[in-house]
């Protein structure tokens, strides 16, 4: 099968297309047949090799670790899923990713399709929606009524934070720059602030803050937080110090894949409540994924950058 790989850790160059063996199913897993799939900060830092200790991966790797498709054959032991359907997951983080035509994953990691999104939606999702999930509802426990700070609110992560934030009743604050303001009130936020032009400390105190920004941003987040809220970040370990300083709970999440939380996203893509934001449509080539990558790496993309593997004539 065609796979666009890295055979070294480096720049943009790096990124090949090559011809790799077609994953065979375990009897837990389904074979995928890849439509579309997603670009996530994760794939370009991988391929600079920043995150090698943490994934001591084998050469060549298959970067990015979102997909939509179709399954094309099952395990012995899946019980879940049938030849034929639609699904999108967030598989394992493994050296065999979905810059390929083909993936092998754990029937427990992947979840149906919503009936009324295309593959090149379903694909921006699982990563960026999953984290969005974990960090409000697991880990912050987000309630009608919270009031929240959702930094880089236009981001993969960023943008299904506003709307499941909103969906759950929280009355929502979201950051960006001037280029993300309407965006950011066109996904739901009740209110926008400027990073570059205005002050965090005149936009009140919260229960919650999402940072996916870390530094700078991070500090300052501790200051507007209610006694007893939450910062949950997904780029930094907060200061535990600090948050026992002011009495709140602080940490660090690494997003885990999961069928079962995926599909409660789909659904709500299905009932309206949520919608992926698309960024950019680029194809299945070298060229495509080193285009995807400069957009990524530029840190100012708006909502996700998707990649078609198997053109959607319908689009
Ligand atoms: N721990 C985990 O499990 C996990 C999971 C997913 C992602 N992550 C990490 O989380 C980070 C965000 O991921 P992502 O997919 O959302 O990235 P992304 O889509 O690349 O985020 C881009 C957005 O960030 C905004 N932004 C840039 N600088 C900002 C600032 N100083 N303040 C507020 N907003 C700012 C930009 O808005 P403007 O264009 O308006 O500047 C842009 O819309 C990445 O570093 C990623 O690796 C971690």
Known sequence: MKAIVINA?????????????????????????IHATSINPIDWKVREGYLKSRLPFHFPIILGWDAAGVVERVGAKVTRFEVGD?????PATTERGTYAEYIAVDEAHVAPMPKNATFTEAAAVPLAGLTAW???????????GDRVLIHGGAGGVGSFAIQIAKAKGAEVTATGSSQSAEIIKNLGADHFLNYVTDSLSDAGEFDVVLDTIGGKTQEESFEVLKPGGVLVSILQAPDQEKAKAKNVKAGLIWMEPNGKQLEELGKMIEDGRLKPLIDTVL????EGLKKAHERSESGHAKGKIVIEVVKDETR
């Open 134 to 144: 974990q960090s409000l509802v697991e880990f912050a426990g987000l309630k009608k």
């Open 9 to 33: 850790y480096g720049g943009r160059d790096q990124l090949k297309e090559y011809e790799v063996p077609k994953p065979l199913p375990k009897d837990n897993e389904v074979l995928i047949k």
């Open 283 to 286: 194809p299945f080539s070298e």
């Open 86 to 90: 639609r699904v999108f997951t967030r």
